[in-house]
């Protein structure tokens, strides 16, 4: 009997211990937005994750061996997960300097053990906004082309570089050790022609500062991009829906359309995200090559009227070169670079893209082989792949296209040597080059 009694108290001490030692997790502490920078007054997002509930959450700003509570909270928060958010900065702790400081989360579980979990990180104080001053070169703007603007950026910022309208072109530094920061831009061809480009930085802390670019925008001289009407063969359709559409059904036109307009979007999407895979670098140095011995069958920035049985189903922009030779020809690289995609991509159909450096990339579509894979380094002329018609295309050619910053240019600026030397070479070093 006794046996049994000590036996029992021993399960029950036992099992009083497991609870314990399963309520003794102390909460988890996230940022669900992370926070590098504290400005004014920055808006801060703490989760908590407790699954006996949040007891209190106090934040602090330590900084000079000083902690400063910025906030906190002792309102019992029954559930497991709790969202709170408040603003911490130098309008409520005015003691804080411009510099390094931490961000300190101490938060306390409601179970029966008060665990207390311990969060910090690095965080920039930044009181005063960067200040930006741009070259007073004269920049002579074009729809669908592209150009360099130097400039400089001083104080504590976090982006910056040039913007016109909704787009924004990073900025990188100087090559070759030279003090300062550039910029390549483009103009997009769809830009509203009234759209002044800046120079501009933000310090993460609710700062953004601009300057304007000095430019002209020559009216007479703008590219006139056509309108034209492209028939649509029931066999084109066909093929098309076939190939990029195998598992629909329903009316082929609306199939079509659907491809030509959202697949399209899309794919564009993809290859735009392309920018975050540049090199910091030049990695050409002589111009652009075009498709040797190729015939242009369509320009950039052409409007096409599709047309089936007489009646306009989509209108779309043709965003490149259509550049035709023989068939199944050796589709070679246009310049030094990267391979950073090598792949089917929609109506592009087999698809490479090679990265030259600060957001510069060619594009090369339609090909029915491709030899390269993502991470080659290819040289300029270098065979990647055959010429073919997959995607949308009706017949063998290669889709030659460039986007700087996932913007999309007009190539022909590239393959002249002269004016990589007036807008690129004269601004910054490119090591190697020579007209
Ligand atoms: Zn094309």
Redo the contacts with the bound molecule.
């Keep these: 009997m006794r046996k049994i009694l000590v036996i029992v108290i021993g399960l029950a001490v036992v099992a009083s211990v497991a609870i314990l030692l399963t309520q003794s997790a102390p909460p988890v502490v996230d940022l669900p937005s992370p926070i590098t920078t504290l400005g004014q007054a920055t808006p801060i997002i703490v989760h908590v994750h407790d699954p006996h509930g949040i007891r209190s959450v106090e934040a602090f700003v330590e900084q000079n061996g000083v902690q400063y509570r910025v906030w906190g909270t002792n309102q019992l928060s029954p559930v497991a997960d709790g969202i709170w958010n408040f603003s911490a900065g130098v309008k409520t702790t005015p003691q804080l300097k411009d510099g390094s400081a931490k961000l300190i989360f101490l938060a306390t579980s409601n179970s029966l053990l008060h665990k207390t979990a311990r969060w910090e990180g690095p965080v920039t104080v930044v009181t005063r906004p960067p200040t930006v001053s741009v070259d007073s070169d004269q920049h002579y703007l074009y729809l669908g082309m592209a150009d360099l603007a130097t400039f400089n950026i001083s104080g504590t910022w976090t982006e910056g570089g040039v913007r016109v309208g909704d787009q924004t072109f990073r900025a990188w530094p100087m090559p070759g050790g030279r003090p300062g920061f550039f910029s390549l831009f483009a103009f997009a061809w769809n830009m509203p022609p009234g759209t002044i480009p800046v120079v501009y930085a933000s310090n993460g802390a609710g700062n953004d500062v601009t300057s304007s670019i000095v430019f002209q925008f020559p009216k007479k001289e703008q590219p006139k991009y056509t309108v034209h009407d492209l028939q649509i063969s029931d066999q084109f359709m066909q093929k098309v829906i076939n190939e990029l559409d195998p598992n629909g059904s329903g009316d082929p036109v609306a199939r079509f359309v659907k491809i030509n307009s959202e697949m399209r979007r899309a794919n564009n999407k993809v290859l735009s995200d392309l920018r975050l895979k540049t090199a910091d670098h030049f990695l050409w140095s002589q111009p652009f090559l075009r498709q040797s011995h190729s015939q242009a069958e369509?320009s950039f920035a052409d409007t096409r009227n599709y047309i089936y049985k007489g009646a306009k189903i989509d209108q779309q922009v043709?965003l490149?070169?259509?550049l035709a030779a023989t068939q199944h020809v050796g589709v070679e690289a246009s310049n030094d670079g990267r391979v950073v995609y090598a792949a089917p991509l929609g109506i592009y159909g087999n698809c490479i893209v090679v990265d030259h450096g600060y957001g510069l990339q060619t594009i090369y579509?339609?090909l029915s082989q491709i030899n390269v894979h993502e991470g080659d380094m290819v040289k300029r002329g270098q065979v990647m792949g055959t010429s073919g018609q997959t995607g949308?295309?009706g017949g063998d050619?290669i889709?030659?296209?460039m986007q700087l910053d996932g913007v999309q240019i007009d190539p022909k600026e590239w393959w002249d040597g002269h004016w990589i030397k007036d807008h690129i070479a004269k601004r910054v070093d490119l090591p190697g080059f020579s007209d």
């Design positions: 369509a043709h490149g070169y259509d579509g339609h949308m295309a050619h889709h030659f296209a």
